[in-house]
């Protein structure tokens, strides 16, 4: 009663352009009489959820996928990243981990329905909201707009993506019962209804006219009026602690008749790093989700969020205010946790599902086993004896430690990282570009004058995209940040080197701000004189490491101290299994606080803390992405047992940027540490 009295007095909009129901033998349609689904012709609701085949480790699909089946699921929510398969123009990837065919197939094999994103654009928290960052190389372009380069971009990825949906659509026999056309564009600013109209044409004609179309919008009046679109079934989204007859209401607003759908109810929200671990309780969630099981809604949970696979693209980031990267982990509250472990919270949902329908017979799966490997030490070594050709841990003579370290100064490898050589420029260049989509760029000029007394080396505002680490004559001198520390005070000689490291920290995923370039945005200055004739370096770190460098490499010893960006290599063991671990950073979380200004000598001053030791983790070549235990709330980084070892060494490559402690070590664990979030008097304490 509740769900109908929803529209009452509203227009029916059954003239539109949507499928209707019909006594097909295979169909999944709208009914606008009934306010619901039928598939095959019967009255159907789903209670969905979500999982990211992208974020997921493929040996360990069949067992996410099979839980959320066995928590009462009769649908998967299925986000498709086209930067995930498309990393330059005109060149796709669709093996391995990627293979989004295998992924569906496999949901169709475990008796799970699908409802599929496939954008273009997805936010998801991924890297620029799933766009290519090729896209950025037109730098004038209009991103999720009638712009025609972009829909010219649009259109050649549909047309190599839908032809591979279009074979598993429900009614092609397939498990696919309907897709949805962009994601949430009521929260974008340009509300180009050209755009929505060219996307509907275009999922038509590829995907045929029985697809049933849905967008997803945010309740608010303004998001609903610029994300939907006649021809496109309007669903909402919102979370717990909402008032469900009011979110539903305002679905009514644009959809008076038809099935009451959430299409992402939240269990759980993002972290930023810097910030407290996001916690939604798991009383409230339930609550939610049975009252609006209780109105005959549909219902897609964000439950599975796992690891962020960091095989590029990366993390994504919001801007509220200021720039908010997401930590590396995906699993914020999860009902399904990272390692793909059962929660509270997902036993709660499961009661709640249990109260409308049959669960299916059997036990929940078990978690996923876990080690704690223990302590490994790491340990400066330098080069190999004479008579040892081999890295010293391979030398018989020497120490057999459990993890034994080689270190080289990422200015003393850019050979290796950058085999095509610098790009020459008089003033800096962005990444996009120099097109180099992800990852770290060095930047190198020389010093144009003598600089006895200190002198401010600063950029102007917003230019610092997102993080750059200062080397003067190979010396780390610190840090320059997006929204933080602009400028830095220095000396040197005429001549000397400077170099910045530049990293991305991923692209804004959501809202006005996705066409986020990258790099030095603008030009550094020294005493307001800018700086001019520079190498540009653009690094291949993980191609490099996935190739086997540096462990198939012998180092030469590190010139420098330890301070800066640096590489640590070792290697451990497994005894005899390789399952699902932990790693943390035990004393790698040290800060100082000092005096900053914002936006330069004139600008406020503030006590801001800066962190020494941050970074990237890689294992066997797998990049199990950044760590920041200084910043928090992330500790720990999840370690899949599918990318370790068994009888051989398992290779650890450290990407250190600031500084590794005096005496390093890595600690695998066999529980994550997520909620330690930096303050004064946790820095205090260590």
């Not at 040892?388 to 018989?396: F, L, R, V």
């Not at 959501?510 to 986020?516: E, K, L, R, S």
């Not at 063991?573 to 900053?596: H, L, M, N, Q, Y």
């Amino acid at each position: 009663e509740a769900a109908a009295g929803l529209g009452e007095g509203l227009q029916d909009p059954s003239t539109a352009p949507l499928p209707q129901a019909s006594p097909l033998a295979r169909s999944f349609q709208l009914d606008y009489e009934e306010d619901c689904f039928r598939k095959d012709g019967a009255p159907f609701r789903y209670i969905s959820g979500s999982i990211h085949y992208t974020r997921v480790p493929r040996p360990a699909w069949r067992d996410r996928l099979l839980k959320m089946y066995m928590s009462g699921l009769s649908t998967v929510q299925v986000y498709v990243p086209w930067n995930y398969h498309e990393p330059l123009p005109g060149v796709y990837d669709f093996a391995g981990d990627r293979d989004v065919e295998a992924f569906l197939d496999l949901t169709a094999e475990l008796g799970l329905l699908v409802i599929l994103r496939p954008g273009p654009y997805i936010c998801a928290e991924w890297e620029m909201g799933g766009l290519p960052a090729w896209l950025l190389w037109k730098p004038d372009i209009v991103l999720r707009s009638s712009d025609p380069g972009y829909l010219a971009a649009v259109d050649s990825w549909l047309h190599v993506l839908l032809p591979k949906i279009k074979p598993r659509l429900y009614q092609h026999g397939g498990n696919i019962i309907s897709v949805q056309v962009e994601n949430e564009y009521g929260s974008y600013y340009a509300c180009d209804y050209e755009y929505l109209r060219h996307l509907l044409g275009s999922f038509r004609a590829l995907l045929g006219s029985e697809v049933l179309l849905f967008t997803t919008d945010g309740t608010r009046a303004e998001e609903l009026r610029c994300g939907t679109l006649q021809g496109l079934y309007a669903t909402v989204d919102f979370g717990p602690g909402s008032n469900v007859t009011e979110a539903f209401g305002a679905q009514r607003q644009v959809e008076p008749k038809g099935p009451l759908v959430n299409s992402e109810y939240y269990t759980g929200w993002l972290d930023y790093w810097g910030e407290a671990h996001a916690s939604t309780s798991s009383v409230q969630v339930a609550r939610g989700l049975e009252d609006m099981l209780q109105l005959g809604a549909n219902v897609n949970m964000q439950v599975s969020p796992f690891l962020q696979l960091p095989s590029l693209p990366r993390p994504g980031a919001d801007f509220k205010d200021q720039y908010k990267p997401v930590t590396t982990s995906y699993d914020y509250d999860a009902p399904l946790s990272e390692a793909g472990d059962p929660t509270e919270k997902l036993f709660a949902i499961r009661t709640v599902i249990s109260k409308f329908q049959p669960l299916p017979v059997g036990p929940m799966p078990p978690a996923t086993p876990k080690y704690a490997y223990g302590s490994v030490a790491l340990r400066k070594v330098s080069a190999c004896p004479e008579v040892c050709a081999a890295p010293a841990w391979h030398c018989p003579a020497a120490p057999r430690l459990s993890l034994s370290l080689q270190y080289a100064n990422l200015l003393d490898v850019l050979d290796v990282l950058c085999p095509s050589g610098p790009i020459q420029s008089r003033f800096p260049l962005t990444f996009e570009a120099i097109k180099q989509a992800h990852g770290f760029v060095v930047y190198h000029t020389q010093l144009p004058r003598d600089v006895l007394d200190p002198a401010t080396l600063g950029a102007p505002p917003h230019s610092i995209c997102d993080r750059g680490y200062v080397m003067l004559q190979q010396e780390y001198q610190g840090t320059l940040e997006r929204d933080g520390q602009t400028t830095l005070r220095v000396t040197g000689r005429a001549g000397d080197t400077l170099d910045v490291l530049l990293e991305n920290m991923g692209r804004i995923s959501f809202g006005a701000n996705v066409g986020d370039f990258k790099g030095l945005l603008g030009n550094l200055s020294l005493d307001s004189s800018p700086l001019s004739n520079w190498l540009i370096y653009p690094l291949a770190i993980d191609t490099a490491i996935q190739q086997g460098w540096p462990h198939t490499a012998l180092l030469k010893s590190s010139s420098g101290g330890r301070a800066g960006p640096a590489f640590y290599t070792g290697t451990f063991e497994t005894p005899g299994i390789a399952w699902d671990t932990f790693v943390k950073f035990p004393g790698w979380s040290k800060v100082r606080w000092c005096i900053a200004r914002k936006g330069g000598e004139g600008g406020a001053a503030q006590l801001s803390p800066i962190s020494i030791f941050q970074g990237q983790l890689w294992i066997n070549g797998f990049n199990l992405g950044r760590y920041w235990p200084c910043r928090g709330p992330q500790q720990t980084l999840f370690v899949p047992g599918s990318v370790l070892h068994v009888g051989r060494p398992n290779n650890i490559t450290v990407l250190e940027l600031e500084g590794a402690p005096p005496a390093p070590f890595l600690l695998f664990l066999d529980r994550p540490l997520f909620n330690k979030t930096l303050s004064r008097s946790t820095a205090a304490t260590e």
